[in-house]
Protein backbone atom coordinates (compact mmCIF):
# COMPACT_ATOMS: atom_id res chain seq x y z
CA UNK A 1 0.00 0.00 0.00
CA UNK A 2 1.67 3.08 -1.18
CA UNK A 3 -1.17 5.80 0.73
CA UNK A 4 -2.88 5.24 3.71
CA UNK A 5 -5.65 7.53 4.32
CA UNK A 6 -7.75 8.03 7.39
CA UNK A 7 -10.17 10.72 9.47
CA UNK A 8 -13.40 10.99 7.91
CA UNK A 9 -16.44 10.55 9.65
CA UNK A 10 -19.54 12.35 10.31
CA UNK A 11 -19.95 16.05 11.69
CA UNK A 12 -22.25 18.94 12.20
CA UNK A 13 -21.94 21.71 9.40
CA UNK A 14 -19.26 24.49 11.09
CA UNK A 15 -17.59 21.50 12.79
CA UNK A 16 -13.79 20.05 11.64
CA UNK A 17 -12.16 17.58 10.64
CA UNK A 18 -8.17 16.21 9.98
CA UNK A 19 -7.84 13.45 7.49
CA UNK A 20 -4.37 12.25 7.23
CA UNK A 21 -2.41 10.74 4.60
CA UNK A 22 0.67 8.17 5.11
CA UNK A 23 3.27 7.57 2.91
CA UNK A 24 5.38 4.29 2.37
CA UNK A 25 9.21 5.09 1.92
CA UNK A 26 9.09 4.66 -1.69
CA UNK A 27 6.58 7.88 -2.11
CA UNK A 28 8.50 9.48 0.25
CA UNK A 29 12.57 9.02 -1.00
CA UNK A 30 10.94 8.99 -4.68
CA UNK A 31 9.47 12.70 -4.00
CA UNK A 32 6.12 13.00 -5.19
CA UNK A 33 4.23 15.47 -4.41
CA UNK A 34 1.00 14.78 -2.03
CA UNK A 35 -2.76 16.22 -2.67
CA UNK A 36 -5.89 15.49 -2.05
CA UNK A 37 -8.90 14.91 -4.37
CA UNK A 38 -13.04 14.55 -3.47
CA UNK A 39 -15.55 12.33 -4.64
CA UNK A 40 -19.09 13.28 -4.47
CA UNK A 41 -22.40 10.57 -5.13
CA UNK A 42 -22.75 11.12 -8.87
CA UNK A 43 -19.88 13.73 -9.27
CA UNK A 44 -16.64 13.59 -10.50
CA UNK A 45 -13.59 13.52 -8.97
CA UNK A 46 -12.46 16.81 -8.40
CA UNK A 47 -8.75 18.24 -6.80
CA UNK A 48 -8.72 19.33 -3.27
CA UNK A 49 -5.50 20.73 -2.16
CA UNK A 50 -1.87 19.83 -3.03
CA UNK A 51 1.71 20.55 -1.29
CA UNK A 52 4.59 20.14 -2.92
CA UNK A 53 7.46 17.77 -1.95
CA UNK A 54 10.22 20.50 -2.98
CA UNK A 55 9.30 23.14 -1.53
CA UNK A 56 6.27 23.02 0.48
CA UNK A 57 3.99 25.23 -1.59
CA UNK A 58 0.76 24.29 -1.14
CA UNK A 59 -2.47 24.90 -3.43
CA UNK A 60 -6.42 24.88 -2.88
CA UNK A 61 -9.46 24.81 -4.77
CA UNK A 62 -11.13 27.97 -4.97
CA UNK A 63 -14.38 25.79 -2.80
CA UNK A 64 -12.56 25.39 0.25
CA UNK A 65 -9.53 27.95 0.28
CA UNK A 66 -9.42 29.62 3.10
CA UNK A 67 -11.04 26.75 5.24
CA UNK A 68 -8.77 23.77 4.28
CA UNK A 69 -5.16 23.45 5.44
CA UNK A 70 -2.80 21.03 4.01
CA UNK A 71 0.15 20.33 5.85
CA UNK A 72 2.72 17.46 6.09
CA UNK A 73 4.77 15.86 9.15
CA UNK A 74 7.88 14.38 7.44
CA UNK A 75 9.10 12.59 10.41
CA UNK A 76 5.31 10.42 10.25
CA UNK A 77 5.68 10.92 5.96
CA UNK A 78 2.18 12.17 6.81
CA UNK A 79 0.41 14.36 5.41
CA UNK A 80 -2.92 16.04 6.78
CA UNK A 81 -5.36 17.91 5.64
CA UNK A 82 -7.17 20.16 8.50
CA UNK A 83 -11.01 21.12 7.12
CA UNK A 84 -12.63 23.62 9.32
CA UNK A 85 -15.98 25.70 8.90
CA UNK A 86 -17.74 22.22 6.88
CA UNK A 87 -19.94 22.86 4.67
CA UNK A 88 -22.88 20.40 3.61
CA UNK A 89 -21.15 20.75 0.26
CA UNK A 90 -17.78 18.87 1.39
CA UNK A 91 -19.95 15.31 2.16
CA UNK A 92 -18.00 13.32 -0.38
CA UNK A 93 -14.92 10.57 -0.18
CA UNK A 94 -11.98 12.37 0.42
CA UNK A 95 -8.60 10.45 -1.61
CA UNK A 96 -4.87 11.08 -0.90
CA UNK A 97 -2.91 11.33 -4.13
CA UNK A 98 0.67 11.19 -5.54
CA UNK A 99 1.86 12.76 -8.21
CA UNK A 100 5.37 13.58 -9.99
CA UNK A 101 4.06 17.09 -10.42
CA UNK A 102 1.48 19.45 -8.34
CA UNK A 103 -1.65 18.87 -10.66
CA UNK A 104 -5.11 19.07 -10.55
CA UNK A 105 -5.69 16.73 -12.65
CA UNK A 106 -6.77 13.18 -11.54
CA UNK A 107 -5.78 11.62 -14.56
CA UNK A 108 -1.85 12.49 -13.44
CA UNK A 109 -2.39 10.94 -10.60
CA UNK A 110 -0.01 7.99 -10.32
CA UNK A 111 -0.65 6.45 -7.01
CA UNK A 112 -4.16 6.56 -5.17
CA UNK A 113 -5.16 5.67 -1.34
CA UNK A 114 -8.07 4.46 -0.36
CA UNK A 115 -10.82 6.80 -0.02
CA UNK A 116 -12.31 8.28 3.25
CA UNK A 117 -16.01 9.04 3.61
CA UNK A 118 -16.50 12.99 5.03
CA UNK A 119 -20.27 13.37 6.14
CA UNK A 120 -21.72 16.97 6.78
CA UNK A 121 -24.77 16.69 8.15
CA UNK A 122 -26.89 18.53 11.30
Known amino acids: VQLQASGGGLVQPGGSLRLSCTASEYITSSRYDIGWFRQAPGKEREWVSTISNWDGGAGYADSVKGRFTISTDNAKNTVYLQMNNLKPEDTAVYFC???????????????WGQGTQVTVSS
Open 97 to 111: AASKWVTMSAADVDY
